[in-house]
């Protein structure tokens, strides 16, 4: 089955007034076995996580959706330096983006409501917005302070002092949750937290496909 999505060109003009979505779809999927953006979700009508990804983003009333990661739209600028190299590959490509909605491939369960409830009250106080107890799906306003941070944490193309692990892998760069302590930001309540789940196993994949055809 082809799962290659076809991404419009983004349309800049508008990005200097309306939020820019984001599918995070560079991960290495070293868990899964498989890249993760392209696993099929669903039997009787099948789509892939990254299809299914940006159509959750355009109903959520997203118009420019940008898929990063090295297989797609935005490479990344530096290697192997998880959600927050991704985010600093996409605002060094649009700089003038209002905002972005960034949204990790791996959630099928995700809604276009949640997100926009996500955007809504995000765009109202103008802070990095999240749901409680998950530092992403993210709606970022594109500011100063996201700027400040970007460019001190790759100013020097990163060195040996950002190395963390990330589930036993060697990651450069910050966490989403460092990048949080250094804007504004705000947590919000979500009502349906099985949204939220997230499949980085085989296992969690079979439990997904489960419930989505059952």
């Given at each position: 089955m082809n799962n290659i999505v076809n991404t419009a060109p983004i349309d800049t003009t508008l990005l200097n007034h309306e939020c820019l979505g984001v599918?995070?779809?560079?991960g290495l999927s070293t868990r899964m076995g498989n890249d993760k953006a392209k696993l099929v979700r669903g039997n009787n009508s099948p789509q892939s996580m990254l299809a299914f990804s940006k159509q959750t983003l355009t109903n959520s009333g997203i118009n420019n959706i940008v898929?990063?990661?090295?297989?797609?739209d935005i490479p990344d600028q530096v290697k192997r330096?998880?959600?927050?190299?991704?985010?600093f590959s996409v605002l060094t490509k649009y700089?003038?983006?209002?905002?972005?909605?960034?949204?990790?491939?791996?959630?099928?369960?995700?809604?276009a409501k949640a997100l926009t409830d996500l955007r809504v009250k995000g765009e109202l106080s103008q802070k990095a917005t999240y749901f409680e107890g998950h530092n992403i799906p993210l709606?970022?306003?594109?500011?100063?302070?996201?700027?400040?941070?970007?460019?001190?944490?790759?100013?020097?193309?990163?060195t040996n002092e950002h190395i963390q692990l990330n589930n036993g892998e060697a990651i450069k760069g910050p966490?989403?949750?460092?990048?949080l302590k250094n804007i504004p930001h705000q947590a919000i309540p979500i009502n349906d937290k099985a949204v939220l789940f997230n499949t980085n196993t085989p296992e969690q994949w079979q439990q997904a496909k489960q419930q989505l055809n059952f």
């Amino acid at each position: 089955m082809n799962n290659i999505v076809n991404t419009a060109p983004i349309d800049t003009t508008l990005l200097n007034h309306e939020c820019l979505g984001v599918v995070l779809a560079g991960g290495l999927s070293t868990r899964m076995g498989n890249d993760k953006a392209k696993l099929v979700r669903g039997n009787n009508s099948p789509q892939s996580m990254l299809a299914f990804s940006k159509q959750t983003l355009t109903n959520s009333g997203i118009n420019n959706i940008v898929v990063s990661g090295d297989h797609y739209d935005i490479p990344d600028q530096v290697k192997r330096c998880g959600p927050v190299g991704g985010i600093f590959s996409v605002l060094t490509k649009y700089p003038n983006a209002k905002s972005l909605l960034i949204l990790p491939v791996d959630l099928p369960f995700m809604t276009a409501k949640a997100l926009t409830d996500l955007r809504v009250k995000g765009e109202l106080s103008q802070k990095a917005t999240y749901f409680e107890g998950h530092n992403i799906p993210l709606y970022l306003p594109n500011s100063a302070y996201v700027e400040l941070f970007l460019s001190h944490t790759f100013a020097d193309n990163l060195t040996n002092e950002h190395i963390q692990l990330n589930n036993g892998e060697a990651i450069k760069g910050p966490s989403i949750k460092a990048l949080l302590k250094n804007i504004p930001h705000q947590a919000i309540p979500i009502n349906d937290k099985a949204v939220l789940f997230n499949t980085n196993t085989p296992e969690q994949w079979q439990q997904a496909k489960q419930q989505l055809n059952f």
